[in-house]
C-alpha cells in the first residue's frame, strides 16, 4: 500500500519505491530504501511528516505516494 494510507504511529517497511530516477534517487538521498523502517508521525491535508532513520522528514502527498509499505 502507498504510504499515504498507513497507518499513524505504526512502523512499516518500505518495499518499493517508484517513480523515475531523480525521484528514487532523490528519496534514498533523504533515507528511504527498500527494506528500510518508516513510521508516519502525522497527515496534514494529505501531506505526511514521517520518522525515518532517526529523522523526521516532510513529504507531500504525491511524493508519498510513490512508496509502498
Known amino acids: 500500500m502507498p504510504l499515504t494510507l ?3 504511529g ?3 517497511t518500505i518495499v ?3 517513480g523515475n530516477e531523480a ?3 532523490h528519496l534514498e538521498d533523504l533515507g528511504f ?6 513510521m508516519v508521525v502525522s497527515k496534514i491535508g494529505g501531506n505526511l ?5 532517526e529523522t523526521r522528514i516532510a513529504l507531500d502527498a504525491k511524493m508519498a505516494a510513490k512508496i509502498s509499505v
Request: hydrophobic share 35%.
Open 10 to 12: 505504526t512502523e512499516h
Open 23 to 25: 525521484t528514487k534517487k
Open 49 to 53: 511528516i514521517v520518522n525515518v532513520k
Open 6 to 8: 498507513a497507518e499513524i
Open 16 to 18: 518499493h519505491i517508484g
Open 33 to 38: 530504501h527498500v527494506g528500510g523502517k518508516v
